[in-house]
């Protein structure tokens, strides 16, 4: 179903609802009076002929009213929906007052919607009137103002603290130490032992805090707090323009730069509509895959470090070493790759690193075996994984996972397949699903069990796409981009799933708003929900099986 | 006799010119000579702790497709004296809320449990530190202690993730002391003693005397013991008191320097305590194929010395095979959860350790020692034996083979990293 026909369906169930259909842009946009807002959200997501399952996005974009303009400025708030089911999605939106921006939660409608609004409130300064716990997620509980609003000026000091760089250099030092600025919001619950695990933790995969409450090794609760990498890269696209934001978005998943390149480029891309070479696109698809198999690597080998094997993580960090070779060789740079470019790559891939690649192969292949031998199939291991934080397959849509994470309870969904973009549709693969090896269907071995297969998934794209990688230019030339006012979401499958890039162009060489929705983001979210009842042990492993790296949730 | 009073009386009547029966001061030089005897066992400590996490770091390395500690001495061997070293240099940090004397003890206390062990270790014909006639039962009260210093060091951090550690291993070690004591039981049984030596004593040099071979019951026992002990020894898989990756580093997550290397310290000579006993309640101990332990004693000179040397030696390969064992297992598998460590135990281990005395009970008086259906009994427990050490090194084979097969194929191509070899 078009856009235009949700646009139908909506103003014929909830006349009146529907300000505006902006048609002209690439994702058209409804555009809703705030006070109905719920009213269509429960109607799309209810309506058998919907079913928009799905809520992919919430995030704001402040529009100060411009100096010479007679219109009045607002905050848009915008809902980017999607049915799995009917494969078909809508871009919801609603204008708020600047000056008292409230709107109504949808929450309880998709439960990740709770991070993004708390998200939203945080950087943007909108209130989601009945949300459950709206605090500020990535800034300090203490911060004043709102990041993202266009006439936010930066404090200079926090807690004596200097912000700018001019002043620690200038004072020489840095003034104090601050105190704790992220607070233990909730207040601890009785009768239960509050731990601290994190922002320094083994098993956290980067600087994450989980506030939990435990009754001995069996938790009451964990909630996740997060915000300790957040650099503000959104706010950073803003001032360093679309050219700049590239290297930038490297950081955004240290483990699968390339998806993160990838996704940028093809937003600007689409805004530019620029054609890239096919030779170029065979690079990227190239270095994407074998990207993806050194994430895989790491998530899989970390995962079985997190449960007391040490030697599987070592045996596949000794085979990502090679790949982390190749990619030098491919693009100089062995975690940052920044070798995407608007129209191409950066240099084209050489015959003798085609080579290499397929040795590596070769290599490879059986090296899957070996590590099946040691311990896929071991007891203790199946014994830690199978039946644990069980995810269902509607749990897992309605809190936004993605990618292995839903694959493995069930829903086979495959942007690469399933969205096609680049020359995905040219190569045969499978899209991998939950199968329930050892426990029930969802499980952390499953996901476990997804990224294994998902592996060799790659390794046959590689082996294809290099077969067939025809001759040409890898770049075309590109003027500086300065793409007209227009809006777009582009998405590409990232090791952590559905890596989307919604970016919002006004004419100039900055991008007016960017936003990267990452999988991490929303895997954090279903922890607190999974959480009651699992061990210690268990959150362990579920963190690990949801392959949560801090910087994808923090930015 | 055992050798320190053997030794003492030596010294009286060489040096001194007395009879050691009747002179005075007969208490005096025993004192000095079980005083030399503790520290030459506390240097025995020392050094095989040493090494030993030199061994266990190479073998670590080479499981794990790297090379290890190689820089410090030829190989690497003198690794541990340079960790120790930089240890002893460390500032000794306590935690400002801690409790002092608790933080400060444990590590001793946890030490000293460990050391006690040693006292009753057979090495050899005579080479005991004290042949007590309660051995086994001191055995297992003396390495009790090493509860009580965890559990301080756990309350006394005070830190939520040590005293997690604290908890852990206290109902952990607690736990598995039952089917150890049980499994060892069976032992007891058999030997018609607790003392160490006795127990040596009562088996043989041959497989088919040992007592693992006794009986399937037996057979069974030592597994059961082998499991149990590792779990006391808060190894791999059962490492849950000092999780890095769910309770940060358990215990000793607050200790620095040479306290901290005091836990190292016992949990590596707590290795060899477990493979040692092992090695003398079920594998025959320092038993010489061919020469009965009268023989032995009854020998002078040289040849004493040297039957001494070879039973020692035996000893030590047995236990040192069996070290080498708990070290592969521990980098190879991945750590249970606590509620599966408590099933473990109380589920499986306790109930089929107890079937185990009482299967051992039934045959001795069912089948009388040395009869016709011992002998074949025994035959056929050395025949399991001996296919369970076939299949598994079949096993190793053919997964060698794979492998070698593999490697050969890429050997000098680019981007080929191998597995590392040992030289």
Redesign the interface.
């Given at each position: 179903m078009t856009p235009a026909e949700i646009r139908e369906r909506v103003s014929a169930a909830c006349p009146g609802a529907v300000e505006e259909f902006q048609a002209d842009l690439l994702d058209p946009v409804l555009r809703l009076r705030p006070d109905r807002l719920r009213e269509v959200c429960r109607f799309l997501r209810d309506d058998p002929g919907l079913r928009l399952h799905y809520l992919r996005l919430v995030t704001g974009i402040d529009r100060p009213a411009a100096a010479d303009s007679e219109t009045p400025g607002g905050i848009d708030v915008v809902y980017h929906l999607w049915s799995y089911e009917l494969r078909h999605g809508c871009q919801l939106r609603v204008r708020l007052d600047r000056a008292n921006p409230v709107v109504e939660t949808v929450s309880d409608l998709w439960p990740d919607a709770n991070w993004y609004e708390r998200e939203c409130f945080d950087l943007l300064g909108v209130t989601f009137a009945g949300h459950p716990g709206l605090t500020r997620l990535l800034m300090p509980a203490d911060w004043v103002g709102h990041p993202l609003r266009k006439d936010y000026a930066r404090p200079e000091r926090y807690h004596g603290l200097p912000t700018s760089r001019a002043t620690v250099l200038a004072e020489g030092r840095a003034a104090e130490v601050a105190p704790a600025m992220h607070d233990t919001k909730a207040q601890p619950i009785e009768g239960y032992?509050r731990?601290n695990m994190g922002p320094h933790?083994?098993?956290t995969h980067g600087v994450i805090n989980f506030l939990l409450e435990t009754d001995?090794?069996i938790l009451k609760k964990a909630t996740p707090d997060v915000g300790y990498l957040h650099r503000g890269i959104e706010k950073l696209a803003e001032q360093v323009g679309y050219v700049g934001t590239m290297p930038y978005t490297d950081r955004v998943d240290y483990l699968g730069a390339m998806f993160t390149n990838h996704g940028w480029a093809l937003a600007v891309e689409k805004l530019l509509g620029v054609e890239v070479p096919r030779r170029a696109e065979f690079c990227r698809v190239i270095a994407s895959e074998l990207n993806r198999i050194a994430s895989h690597l790491i998530s899989t080998g970390s995962l079985?470090?997190?449960?007391?094997?040490?030697?599987p993580f070592?045996?596949w960090i000794?085979e990502r070493?090679?790949i982390n070779?190749?990619m030098e060789r491919i693009c100089g740079a062995r975690l940052t790759y920044n070798y995407l470019r608007f129209g191409g790559v950066s240099r084209d891939i050489d015959p003798e690193t085609l080579?290499?690649i397929k040795?590596?192969i070769?290599?490879f292949e059986?090296m899957m075996d070996?590590f099946d031998?040691?311990?896929s199939s071991?007891e203790?291991?199946v014994?830690?994984l199978a039946g644990v934080a069980v995810i269902s397959p509607a749990d897992a849509i309605a809190y936004g996972l993605v990618g292995p994470n839903l694959r493995a309870s069930g829903v086979a969904w495959d942007t690469r397949r399933d969205e096609p973009y680049s020359i995905y549709p040219e190569f045969a693969f499978d899209v991998v699903t939950g199968r329930a090896v050892h426990g029930t269907l969802g499980d952390a071995y499953d996901r476990y069990d997804c990224r294994l297969r998902e592996i060799k998934e790659s390794l046959k794209i590689l082996r294809q796409a290099m077969a067939a990688i025809p001759e040409g230019e890898a770049r075309v030339k590109v003027p500086r981009p300065k793409p007209a006012a227009n809006e777009v979401y582009a998405r590409v499958e990232g090791p952590r799933g559905e890596c989307g890039f919604y970016v919002v162009s006004d004419g100039t060489e900055k991008p007016y708003r960017a936003r990267f929705r990452t999988g991490s983001f929303t895997a954090m979210t279903i922890i607190e929900h999974l959480s009651p009842g699992l061990?210690?042990?268990?959150l362990?492993a579920l963190i690990g099986s949801l392959d949560v790296i801090a910087p994808e949730i923090d930015r | 006799m055992n050798i320190i009073q053997h030794v003492a009386n030596l010294l009286i009547r060489s040096v001194f010119h007395a009879d050691p029966a009747s002179w005075p001061w007969t208490w005096l030089v025993q004192a000095v000579v079980i005083g030399i005897a503790a520290f030459l066992a506390f240097a025995f400590v020392a050094i095989f702790a040493g090494p030993v996490s030199w061994i266990e770091r190479r073998i670590a390395g080479r499981i794990q497709s790297r090379i290890g500690p190689n820089r410090v001495g030829p190989q690497g061997v003198l690794q541990w004296l340079a960790d120790g070293v930089k240890c002893w240099l460390k500032e000794d940090l306590v935690p400002a809320a801690a409790d002092r004397p608790l933080f400060l003890a444990a590590p001793y206390l946890v030490f000293t449990g460990m050391f006690g062990a040693f006292v009753v270790l057979p090495f050899g014909a005579q080479v005991v530190a004290a042949d007590l006639n309660v051995g086994i039962l001191y055995l297992l009260a003396i390495t009790s202690l090493v509860v009580v210093g965890l559990l301080m060091a756990g309350w006394g951090s005070n830190s939520k993730w040590a005293l997690f550690g604290g908890v852990r291993s206290a109902a952990q070690l607690v736990s598995y002391e039952v089917p150890s004591a049980f499994s060892l039981l069976c032992v007891v049984l058999l030997a018609g003693t607790l003392s160490t030596q006795g127990i040596v004593a009562a088996q043989g040099g041959w497989p088919w005397d040992w007592f693992i071979f006794r009986n399937p019951f037996m057979f069974a026992a030592f597994f059961l013991y082998f499991t149990a002990a590792i779990a006391e020894g808060n190894r791999t898989p059962f490492d849950l008191p000092e999780a890095e990756s769910e309770i940060v580093a358990g215990y000793n997550i607050e200790y620095s320097g040479m306290r901290f290397l005091f836990f190292l310290f016992a949990e590596w000579a707590n290795i060899w305590i477990m493979a040692a006993i092992s090695a003398f309640a079920f594998l025959g101990g320092w038993q010489i194929p061919g020469i009965a332990p009268e023989q032995i004693a009854a020998t002078k000179g040289w040849e004493f010395v040297g039957w001494q040397a070879l039973s020692w030696t035996i000893f030590l390969v047995k236990a040192t095979f069996l070290v080498f064992v708990v070290i592969q297992i521990r980098w190879t598998l991945p750590r249970l959860r606590v509620d599966q460590l408590m099933i473990t135990c109380w589920k499986y281990l306790v109930p089929l350790s107890m079937l185990m005395v009482l299967g051992v009970l039934v045959l001795l008086a069912l089948v009388p020692e040395g009869g016709g259906a011992d002998t074949i009994l025994r035959g056929a427990m050395v025949g399991l034996g001996l296919a369970v050490v076939l299949v598994s090194a079949l096993r190793v084979r053919r997964t060698f083979r794979v492998d070698r097969e593999h490697y050969r194929e890429m050997e000098g191509r680019d981007l080929w990293y191998p597995p590392y070899r040992l030289p």
């Open positions: 032992l731990l933790h083994p098993a001995g090794e079985a470090m997190d449960l007391g094997a040490f030697t070592l045996h000794r070493e090679t070779d190749i080579d290499k040795h590596w070769d290599h059986p070996e031998r040691l311990i071991n203790i291991f014994r830690r061990m210690l042990a268990d362990v | -």
